[in-house]
C-alpha cells in the first residue's frame, strides 16, 4: 500500500503544462487505486486515510474527465475510413472539450497538489512504520493483512448477486471489477488466471462504456438527419461492443460462482 502512495506522489512532485495523455491517464489510474485501497483496509477509518480520500476525489474526477475526451476523440477518430465532415466536427468539439477539462484538472491540481503530497507522505509514513514493527521486534506484516478480512470475499459475493447484466448496470458491474482486481493485487498467491480474467472483463466493458458515451455526446452536437450515417455508425458499434462486453461479464460471474 505504501508504493501506490510514493507513485502518486512522485507524479505529482512537477505538473506538466500540456498534460500529456499518459500522464493523465497514470494520474487518474494512480487515484482510483489508492482510493479503492484503502476502502478495502483497516486503515480506511483512520483520520490520515479520511483525509487522503478527500483530497484524491477531485484530482481523480478531473483527470477522469480529461482522459475520457481523450479516449473517446481516438475512438471517434477510427470512423474516418475516407473525408468525413460529421466525425470531424465530432473530434473538434471533443479536442475543445479536452482543453477545457484540461485546464480545470490543473487548477484543481494546483489547487490541492501541495496537500496532496502532504497527506501522502504521512499516509506511506504511517503504513511503513505499522509494516515495519520495529518497536516489537515482530516481522513485517504482507500486504494481505493491511486488508480488512472479508474484503476480497465482499467484493466477489457483490459480483455473484448482481442483478441480471444488461446496458443499465454493466458500468456499475465494471467499477466493482475493478475495486477487486486492485484488492487482489495485494493479495499472495492470488488466482493470476483470475486476475487475468477480470482485467479482461474491464476492458472490454470499458471500450463498450466509451463508445456509449461517444453515442450520447454526437446524439447531442450533431445533427440527427443531416449526420445520420455517422450516427448509425457509432450506434451500431456500440451494440458491438456491448455483446462482447455482457460475455465477458457474464463470465466473471460464473467463475465467481463456480469458485
Not at 461517444?214 to 455483446?243: C, F, H, P, S
Request: proline share 2%; hydrophobic share 40%; glycine share 4%.
Amino acid at each position: 500500500m505504501k508504493q501506490p502512495a510514493r507513485k502518486l506522489r512522485k507524479s505529482l512532485k512537477s505538473l506538466p503544462r500540456d498534460l500529456p495523455i499518459a500522464y493523465v491517464h497514470g494520474l487518474r489510474t494512480q487515484t482510483g487505486r489508492l482510493e479503492a485501497i484503502i476502502a478495502a483496509s483497516v486503515l480506511e477509518r483512520k483520520k490520515l486515510a479520511r483525509q487522503l480520500l478527500k483530497t484524491l476525489k477531485p484530482v481523480r474526477k478531473a483527470a477522469g474527465e480529461v482522459r475520457d475526451m481523450d479516449v473517446l476523440a481516438a475512438k471517434a477518430r477510427t470512423l474516418t475510413g475516407r473525408r468525413n465532415d460529421s466525425v470531424a466536427r465530432l473530434v473538434e468539439h471533443l479536442v475543445d472539450t479536452r482543453i477545457e477539462s484540461a485546464r480545470a484538472l490543473l487548477q484543481t491540481l494546483a489547487k490541492r497538489q501541495k496537500k496532496t503530497r502532504r497527506s501522502l507522505k504521512g499516509f506511506a509514513k504511517q503504513v511503513g512504520q505499522k509494516s515495519s514493527a520495529k518497536s516489537s521486534g515482530a516481522r513485517a506484516k504482507p500486504a494481505r493483512n493491511w486488508l480488512k478480512d472479508d474484503a476480497a470475499s465482499r467484493l466477489a459475493a457483490e459480483l455473484n448477486q448482481w442483478p441480471e447484466l444488461n446496458a443499465e448496470n454493466l458500468h456499475s458491474f465494471r467499477l466493482k471489477v475493478k475495486e477487486l482486481l486492485y484488492v487482489l493485487h495485494l493479495v499472495r498467491n492470488a488466482d493470476v488466471e483470475f486476475i487475468e480474467a477480470l482485467g479482461k472483463a474491464k476492458e472490454e466493458i470499458g471500450d463498450w462504456h466509451d463508445w456509449h458515451q461517444l453515442a450520447v455526446i454526437a446524439e447531442r452536437k450533431l445533427d440527427l438527419q443531416k449526420d445520420r450515417a455517422a450516427l448509425n455508425r457509432i450506434e451500431e458499434t456500440g451494440k458491438n461492443k456491448l455483446e462482447k462486453a455482457l460475455v465477458a461479464a457474464r463470465s466473471i460471474k460464473d467463475r465467481v460462482l463456480n469458485a
